[in-house]
């Protein structure tokens, strides 16, 4: 069998992980297998180097690793096509597929497969994800593997399987709520004088500066909050206003309940 990666399923996710890969190279582009239903779509990366098909099975055939980047609802289907082509000794999968555990995998497959579970953000297309990855009886040695994958595309955590749910709701839909308050700000910025793409550049800006802080200096937000809060002082105002209109309830709310929705998903579709 191959030295390949088949990504099944060439959506945002899986073409970020596929072009990451080939930039940190760790995968030359004839080593990564792309599939998709419509394969015209994958033409420039085609071009590019790498094997693109419409054959799922094929795709599994020759490979060792094998991605599942598809839609909750896909899921079942495209197992039972690719079942006939898996190799449960020399392959390992890793799935990026919301609310779907690795026990569900095996199950409808009907195979003891190794599985390890990934939940990445769109921003792996810059190799900024915040990945968390898990799993319930794959090796060690798997694990450090899906690691190094993801570990080229941004910052990888290891969870126990029951938290991935949770993952998805604070990593992967928590990229959107986060552009959300940056939107929100750069609007704030506009009525207060600022033209839209000035205002939207300072408000992203702000927020890259503080996730550093946090991430840089290993500090706490209260920590980071304090320096910029004088007695009396303007923006002690503007949190305290914002919270006093549930700033910080409706992003906690906000998350819970996608984490909600996000385990049942598989369950619903």
Known sequence: MNNKIA????GNIGLSLAKGLIKANKYEPEQIVLTRRNV???ASLAEAGLDTTADNARAVSEANIVVLAILPQQLNKLLDEIKPAIN???QLFISVVSG???EDIRKQLGLDVQVVRAMPNTAIAIGHSMTCIATDTATTESLQLVKSIFDTVGITVQINEELMTSATALCACGIAFFLRSIRAASQGGTEIGF???DALKMAAQTAKGAADLLLQLASHPEQEIDKVTSPKGC???GLNEMEHHGFSSALIKGIKLSAEKAGALYKTE
């Open 40 to 42: 015209a779509a994958l």
């Open 7 to 10: 990504i099944l399923g060439s």
């Open 88 to 90: 449960i000794e020399k």
């Open 235 to 237: 923006t002690i105002a």
């Open 100 to 102: 779907v555990s690795c």
């Open 195 to 197: 033209h839209a793409h």
